[in-house]
């Protein structure tokens, strides 16, 4: 599992960079403002995560029976995918049916760093 975290952590934190240079200078011209901040929002999301990713990978090679860092990171992998996912889709499409599943991975965010902090006040 640990290597899955930092994989996906790495991944996720190049495609953000990819992302947020194809917003800066592929959309800028193309989206109106609001599309356009959502879709910076949901780069800047996803660039958090992966980074709080590879923090977990690292905690569950050294924690491998917590549970609680396992779940943290797998919320995070479904809230990059939820919610920065659905900004990108929302931005590029405008299909508004998008915008409802952006609060879905907000809440995969939150709970998955409760979970974090509780691991490591197990842990410490």
């Not at 609001?34 to 949901?42: I, K, P, Q, S, V």
Request: proline share 3%.
């Amino acid at each position: 599992m640990s290597k899955l975290f930092l994989l996906f952590g790495a991944l996720s934190a190049g495609l953000a960079v990819i992302f947020g240079a194809f917003g800066a200078h592929a959309l800028r011209s193309r989206l109106p403002e609001n599309l356009l901040n959502a879709f910076e929002t949901g780069t800047q999301y996803q660039m958090y995560h992966a980074l709080a990713l590879l923090m977990v990978g690292l905690l569950v090679h050294i924690y491998p029976a917590s549970n609680l860092l396992k779940w943290s990171g797998l919320l995070f992998v479904v809230g990059i995918f939820l919610f920065s996912g659905s900004l990108y889709a929302l931005a590029l499409t405008q299909i508004k049916l998008f915008g409802p599943i952006t609060p879905l991975g907000g809440a995969a965010f939150i709970v998955g760093w409760l979970l974090l902090s509780y691991a490591l006040a197990k842990i410490a």
